[in-house]
């Protein structure tokens, strides 16, 4: 009977231990698998890579780099990694491979890189269609005499900025279909680039050539790198239900520029060179009241142009879609902050509406858009053309008749015969009226 108890006892020790021992075990699998990657996703750009790792919770990380290789190590603590990494770098030029290791409940991922890079990393919380995510900015180190050389503008040429919205780890608005606007604005992009550069007097510079994402300040950076004269922005817009279409310009609101002006007053050294033509004057002077005065102007005509432009896109897309707005509408989007630079933002359609989602895939339609956007841009600058471009030296200027001028005055003024103005301006006499708009043939 004592042995039977003794025993009894020994068994149900024996059954504790195991419990402990298997709920220690549990418990450490669940530490382990508090977290995961879930995906990882590798954008190339011309300038950079950037690397986003798709976690199921808040990350908690640690990372450090090796040379001799290059290497960037990045250790994720309670994660297990559930990507398949093999392929993964396979488009990359600065990523080599990818490799990993788990050790104590932490996944080491090794990143073998083809030469030394700026790094950047932060931690991004849910966002849109995004749950937690760590993004990581490989950054290609530029020598400072490459980096201060600034590309030439050919003389003559009207300098067309091209931003195709969002791209990469953006995809900006999805249609119910699944189409992503970053697709649509990019093929749009090239499609108006092409125009561009088929007129002559005309070059196009794109601000995002591939599917990856350009921060919205490096957008204006690289504007001015190129000598960009004018900035259009090719967006699709959306809403939370499929009844509204059609197609808007945007241009920036007056209280935005005169708000990035403040902020660049306040340090005129630094920023001189955002301020237009009068940036060097704005730079050396001590009279604030003359910088003021200098940097408005820059302002004042960079809204002017921007609402001219606004107007003639909006003419010419009125031809080929249904319009959601008819006039420019005044925004506060990033991308037209820059008061130095005229720009306008084109919301080709609405993504959300269905027959819209449709048009605005069709390489048909996408061409009548950039058609339509180039020929706005083009017919404001021959209009208004800038000094000393090629625009200036063709086309017509206009000439209000003033009391006292006739037509001989008129064409002695201009180095014009009175017969050629007469049949330029389907004139059927030699009369005219006062407050009368002529064309008058440019020359140079």
Known sequence: MYRRILLAIVKLRTLSSLSVITLSILFSVSTFAANSIDGIRVWPAPENTRIVFDVKQKPEYKYFTLTNP????IDFA????TVALKNLAGNDPRVKLFRSSTKKGKTRLVLELAQSYQLTVFPLAPAGQYGHRLVLDLYDKKSTAKSSVKDKKNVGDIIIGVVAGHGGEDPGSIGGKGTYEKRVTLAIAKK?????????GMKAVMIRTGDYYVNLNRRT???RE??????????????????PSGASVWVVKKSRAESELAKWLVNREKKSELLGGGGGVIKNTSDSHLALTLADMSKEHSL?????????????????????KKTPQNGNFAVLKSSDIPSILVETGFISNHREEKNLTWPKHQQRLANAIHQGIKSHFLAHPLTGSYFASVGYKKHKVRSGESLSVLAKRYNISMTKLKSINNLKSNSLQIGQTLKIPRTG
């Open 78 to 81: 309670n994660t297990k990694n």
């Open 304 to 324: 002017g142009v921007s609402f001219g432009v606004a107007n003639n896109v909006i003419k010419e897309l009125k031809k080929i879609t249904k319009m959601h």
């Open 70 to 73: 290059n290497r960037l190590v």
């Open 226 to 243: 190129k000598n960009v004269d004018f900035l259009v922005s090719i967006h699709a817009d959306a809403f939370h239900t499929p009844k």
């Open 192 to 200: 108006l680039e092409k125009l561009i550069n088929k007129e002559k």
């Open 221 to 223: 950076s690289l504007a």
